[in-house]
């Protein structure tokens, strides 16, 4: 059994914007301040509140559309790494973009989705607490990559050792 072809729309689509917001963060935190640097955070921002939105619409195809079992040759440590390991990916992918809104309002800096619609700030301007959600948005992303690197070596553990279809019916 396969996934549908929207899970496979929006996992492939959100892999690929989670990605391109992974390397926009990691460019443009060294930049020197500028009308370049606010331009690339700003397409950062509205692009992680398009993220969560999907995440959303993702979690709402999910709980309707069952997805495929697991193979029946993983043990049940395997089984529950694979829960987890979704679990704590779909945590992350709401919990980082929520981060960065909230490190914006804290730090008063508006967002702007696709600078057309201005989006309430989430908590009042707080240098310091704009620092801590800094911290907290910048370990969020360094715990989103450990377990997409687990997921994706997974997948791939699935497909060379194991030769099982966890990985195809995805493609």
């Given at each position: 059994?396969?996934?549908?072809?929207?899970?496979?729309?929006?996992?492939?689509?959100?892999?690929?914007?989670?990605?391109?917001?992974?390397?926009?963060?990691?460019?443009?935190?060294?930049?020197?301040?500028?009308?370049?640097?606010?331009?690339?955070?700003?397409?950062?921002?509205?692009?992680?509140?398009?993220?969560?939105?999907?995440?959303?619409?993702?979690?709402?195809?999910?709980?309707?559309?069952?997805?495929?079992?697991?193979?029946?040759?993983?043990?049940p440590l395997e089984r529950?790494?694979?829960?987890?390991?979704?679990?704590?990916?779909?945590?992350?992918?709401?919990?980082?973009?929520?981060?960065?809104?909230?490190?914006?309002?804290?730090?008063?800096?508006?967002?702007?989705?696709?600078?057309?619609?201005?989006?309430?700030?989430?908590?009042?301007?707080?240098?310091?607490?704009?620092?801590?959600?800094?911290?907290?948005?910048w370990a969020l992303n360094?715990?989103?990559?450990?377990?997409?690197?687990?997921?994706?070596?997974?997948?791939?553990?699935?497909?060379?050792?194991?030769?099982?279809?966890?990985?195809?019916?995805?493609?």
């Amino acid at each position: 059994m396969h996934y549908t072809t929207t899970a496979k729309a929006l996992h492939w689509g959100m892999a690929f914007l989670i990605f391109a917001l992974l390397g926009l963060g990691f460019y443009m935190a060294g930049l020197p301040l500028s009308p370049y640097k606010l331009q690339l955070y700003s397409w950062h921002k509205w692009a992680g509140v398009s993220l969560w939105l999907l995440v959303l619409l993702r979690l709402v195809w999910r709980t309707t559309h069952r997805p495929p079992a697991l193979p029946g040759h993983m043990t049940p440590l395997e089984r529950l790494a694979a829960h987890a390991g979704h679990g704590l990916l779909y945590l992350l992918m709401l919990a980082i973009p929520l981060s960065g809104w909230l490190m914006g309002s804290a730090k008063g800096i508006p967002t702007v989705w696709f600078g057309v619609l201005p989006l309430p700030d989430l908590v009042g301007k707080d240098k310091e607490l704009g620092k801590l959600l800094q911290t907290l948005h910048w370990a969020l992303n360094m715990g989103l990559i450990a377990v997409l690197l687990g997921h994706v070596g997974a997948a791939l553990k699935h497909h060379f050792i194991n030769k099982d279809d966890v990985l195809r019916r995805m493609l």
